[in-house]
């Protein structure tokens, strides 16, 4: 493999960083899509004598790790973290796992960093292990809690896009937003860039149904967005028709230390029950491999009325809504093979150009751009 001088400086100064006995545990590469981070972290790994474990928050963006040949990618949570069940009660509690394989690797490779939030961080820094950190600063800001490596500054910050990636439609993309450049209307590989108005009802639900995600901009957007597919696929509640049935998507809202849950997860409504003031909703992880879990929402959550609850009323309890449609800001850390754009990035000004760079980098496969 040859390296621009860019990326051989990279590689020298990680390893640099690894064989220091006085080094800080944390390295920072950063760079934009397409500037090779994952195939320097994979030659960085191979001459690191011991363990080196992959790691990102969720589990999709631990799938694309995986296809890129960095075998046994997974969710941080996973690796750092294991079940007691509560034999009185049989709710499962999530504690550090002192016996995690991270205590014994050499090193630690976190992709996807901008969704690692402090708490999540300070129990990965707790094992001692050095970690190098991949982040991206040309996304969108995370939000507020989160970010904890990607606030800081980059040791190394790589900016040349490698010849090979120019030729991927996705990041050839990605490259024309960072520059100001608008997207052309049109093919570009198997990925599209269209205006609404060229499609018909019939073509769009057609490409809607067909994605793995749909992103948007606007809350308003999303709800409208999540009706609508619901209603192409048929679902409703049994008590009322927005109440959350089996089959559904949801998205958790907010972070729940205890239950281990994170903003922004995926999930899969499996039995949902009416408890009158509150839904309890057995849900399964899409992002990955672990026990369902049992958990109690206010309805409003799926109506757009959340607003209305008293915080107080809150403790105890968790936060989902649906997850067919979700914000760009909910989808960092992730990606999925085929996503489909609702393109609202006029709505963010200063942040247009991170939003739909953020967006379009989402996609690992295929895009589909609607202007």
Not at 123 to 140: M, N, S, Y
């Amino acid at each position: 493999m040859s390296w621009s001088p860019q990326q051989d400086a990279a590689i020298r100064a990680v390893r640099g960083w690894i064989t220091d006995p006085k080094g800080a545990q944390v390295f920072r590469l950063f760079g934009y899509a397409g500037t090779g981070k994952t195939t320097l972290a994979k030659e960085i790994a191979e001459k690191v004598k011991g363990k080196v474990l992959y790691a990102t928050f969720t589990g999709k963006a631990a799938l694309v790790l995986r296809k890129k040949g960095c075998d046994g990618a997974s969710t941080i949570h996973s690796l750092i973290y294991r079940t007691e069940i509560d034999p009185e009660t049989g709710i499962a509690e999530f504690k550090l796992n002192d016996e995690s394989d991270l205590a014994e690797a050499a090193l630690l490779i976190v992709d996807e960093v901008s969704m690692v939030g402090e708490d999540l961080a300070r129990d990965l820094l707790g094992f001692g292990t050095r970690i190098l950190v991949l982040g991206d600063p040309a996304q969108l800001p995370p939000v507020k809690g989160e970010g904890y490596f990607i606030n800081g500054e980059p040791d190394v910050m790589l900016t040349e896009v490698h010849r090979q990636a120019q030729d991927n439609p996705i990041i050839r993309m990605s490259m024309d937003i960072r520059q100001g450049k608008e997207l052309q209307v049109g093919t570009h590989g198997n990925s599209l860039v269209t205006p609404s108005r060229s499609l018909g009802r019939d073509r769009l639900g057609e490409l809607v149904l067909g994605a793995d995600q749909l992103l948007c901009g606007l809350n308003r957007t999303r709800v409208s967005y999540n009706q609508r597919i619901r209603a192409m696929k048929g679902l409703q509640g049994s008590s009322q028709p927005w109440h959350p049935t089996k089959g559904d998507r949801l998205i958790c809202l907010r972070n729940d230390k205890d239950k281990h849950l994170f903003n922004g997860g995926l999930w899969d409504a499996q039995r949902i029950e009416d408890l009158g003031d509150k839904l309890a909703i057995n849900v399964n992880s899409l992002d990955e491999e672990r026990d369902p879990l049992r958990v109690e929402v206010f309805p409003h959550f799926f109506n757009g009325t959340e607003q209305t609850i008293p915080w107080q009323e809150k403790r105890g309890t968790q936060e989902f809504t649906f997850g067919w449609a979700i914000t760009c800001h909910k989808s960092q850390g992730s990606q999925w093979d085929n996503v489909i754009i609702f393109d609202e990035s006029g709505a963010f000004r200063d942040a247009k150009r991170n939003w739909l760079y953020t967006a379009v980098t989402r996609a690992a496969e295929q895009v589909t751009v609607i202007v």
